[in-house]
């Protein structure tokens, strides 16, 4: 089955404690991208990568960091993580340049909290 | 991307035609119309897209205005399960491939 799969999807952490949200397509797409989500204010994007070892920041990239080693994965890492990040976060992929087509396509979602 | 402006709650009757406005008066002549949902939480979910053509797949119909300014999706008999927040998106992609979530429409189906 086509999917994006995120891990963890709930994750309660404390001030500081270095984290890593993976996120995982099994689709061959370019396109990956994390997004978060904040009651009020929507989805709004946080990274981006066009393709392997191409990443770029999007809207809200403070505090987060990403890799694009292999086209499947795409982590979010959390090196501080302070309590402004408590939120929903969405990975999503799709084939780069053919968005136009395809769309995108979102995991699960991961709950965060940090205390 | 264009501005979007949609309604912040709509209600349906379950088994009637839901009908969601979108107006998007700014839109350029490269950007698409995209339609998402999201259901509690999930992960959006691709509906529908369309330049100018009105479009329909097995999950919804897009109908978009000549002149483009706005568009109206259709889920033909609506259940349930298909409430959630519905998103309209004007993009074009270009070379971020970014697309521009708005606070869509609360689709509410009453049984």
């Known amino acids: 089955e086509a999917q994006v799969t995120q891990n963890p999807r709930y994750l309660i952490t404390v001030t500081g404690k270095k984290l890593t949200v993976t996120c995982s397509q099994n689709?061959?797409?370019?396109?990956m991208s994390w997004y978060r989500q904040d009651p009020g204010l929507g989805l709004r994007q946080i990274y981006y990568?066009?393709?392997?070892?191409?990443?770029d920041k999007g809207d809200v990239p403070e505090g987060y960091k990403v890799s694009r080693k292999e086209k499947r994965n795409f982590p979010l890492i959390l090196e501080s993580p302070s309590p402004n990040q408590t939120s929903l976060y969405f990975c999503?992929?799709?084939?780069?340049?053919?968005?136009?087509?395809?769309?995108?396509?979102f995991g699960s979602g991961t709950r965060l909290t940090v205390v | 991307d264009a501005k979007t402006t949609q309604p912040p709650s709509m209600d349906c009757a379950e088994g009637r035609a839901a009908n969601l406005p979108c107006n998007h008066s700014t839109i350029s002549g490269n950007e698409y119309v995209y339609w998402y949902r999201q259901i509690h939480s999930q992960g959006p979910q691709y509906i529908i897209h369309?330049?100018?053509n009105n479009e329909i797949n097995e999950m919804a119909s897009l109908i978009i205005t000549e002149d483009r300014k706005s568009s109206t999706l259709i889920l033909p008999h609506a259940t349930l399960r298909d409430t959630a927040v519905y998103y309209c998106i004007a993009s074009y992609g270009g070379a971020t491939n970014k697309l521009i979530f708005g606070t869509g429409t609360l689709l509410a189906v009453q049984p």
């Open positions: 369309g330049l100018k």
């Open positions: 990568s066009m393709n392997v070892e191409v990443t």
């Open positions: 999503a992929s799709s084939f780069a340049g053919t968005l136009l087509n395809y769309g995108y396509t």
């Open positions: 689709m061959n797409h370019e396109y």
